[in-house]
């Protein structure tokens, strides 16, 4: 076990959540055979996520992550149109050599999938409702919210 707080319960509510143990949830979610492969991965994929998440849901969830992680979401510029998840996948995949969609996914998932036990599921359903369609599925969550058109 990690100490992660339980599913749906903030990091701030217990014992705060340090690197190494974030990115060992990465490791042992996304099955990767080495803590460096699973740091390059989170690295990649919260800097990736850092700038699609805006306004207070981005001062939320950097506040209720580890320190490096914080800095890894907060140093990105706002895009000012979310990628599609297909698209995220995408985008992660091309900063990854050798990488390919299917990758990819797995390596988005791995990381997103560990952050709703962190930063609880109020904050995951409120960072979720500014994402495109198609991101809960990335954080391991049903995609059950319909969307306006």
Not at 9 to 27: C, F, H, I, N, Q
Not at 33 to 54: D, K, Y
Not at 83 to 95: Q, S
Request: hydrophobic share 45%.
């Amino acid at each position: 076990m990690h100490d992660l707080p339980p599913a749906g319960k903030p990091a701030t509510t217990s014992p705060g959540v340090d690197w190494p143990r974030l990115v060992e949830a990465v490791k042992e979610s996304g099955q990767y055979t080495t803590t460096n492969e699973a740091e390059r991965t989170t690295r990649l994929v919260l800097s990736a996520l850092g700038a699609h998440v805006v306004g207070d849901e981005r001062v939320e969830l950097a506040r209720r992550l580890p320190e490096e992680a914080a800095r890894l979401i907060a140093s990105q510029i706002p895009v000012t149109c979310p990628l599609t998840a297909p698209e995220f996948v995408d985008a992660v995949a091309a900063r990854i050599e050798g990488a390919t969609r299917a990758t990819a996914r797995w390596d988005v998932s791995a990381v997103l999938s560990t952050l709703p036990a962190l930063v609880g599921d109020d904050l995951t359903s409120r960072i979720l409702a500014q994402l495109p369609t198609g991101y809960a599925l990335l954080f391991g969550k049903a995609d059950l919210l319909t969307r306006a058109a």
